[in-house]
């Protein structure tokens, strides 16, 4: 998994509560387990004004500049609830976007999203609205950072809001260690486990 510790780029406003997994990426357009080729079929019920010709929807943020080259999203409460495909995290990843800032998000898609490196930002609305006034105003130029090991979001000079993030998920983040890369982190502490269980217990281990 590749680490995450700060990111800048442009973020597209898509305000709107209650974005379910289904909304991110329809059922239909899952077509395998593969984490690959899902970007085509992100938002596909809002992004197409038709399925089967894949015709744009210009009305779509993600349809217009700059935001098709958006890396990071501005959005409403419970963001990603709904089922807890992963599909939905790995199709977002897949067309670019390495952090979400949202003032809450489905459980199960926020720790979908540590363990995809990507970054879910939890920040009141209130703020959310600031940053999406400042980005709105130049969109391709005013773009947000995301400091990882500072937990801060920085908007300009003027613009800087801490978020809070515990801090297990932060170093996972930071060091880019999924489930099994936090696991393996403590292969010495299993082996040794290992080597004193065979001592005290060997016949445990008869075959």
Known sequence: MEPFEQHTGIAAPLIQINIDTDAIIPSREIKSVSKKGLEDGLFAEWRYLSLKTRKENPEFILNQEPYRRASLILTGENFGCGSSREHAVWALYQWGIRAIVAPSFGSIFYNNCIQNGMLPVLLKKEKIRELQIFVQLNPAVNQLTVDLKDATIIAGSDIRYSFEIEPS??????????????????????????????????????K
């Open 169 to 206: 998920n932060q170093e996972n983040l930071l060091q880019g260690l999924d489930a099994i890369g936090s696991t393996l982190k403590m292969m010495p502490s299993i082996e040794a486990f290992e080597e004193n269980d065979h001592q005290t217990r060997p016949w445990v281990y008869f």
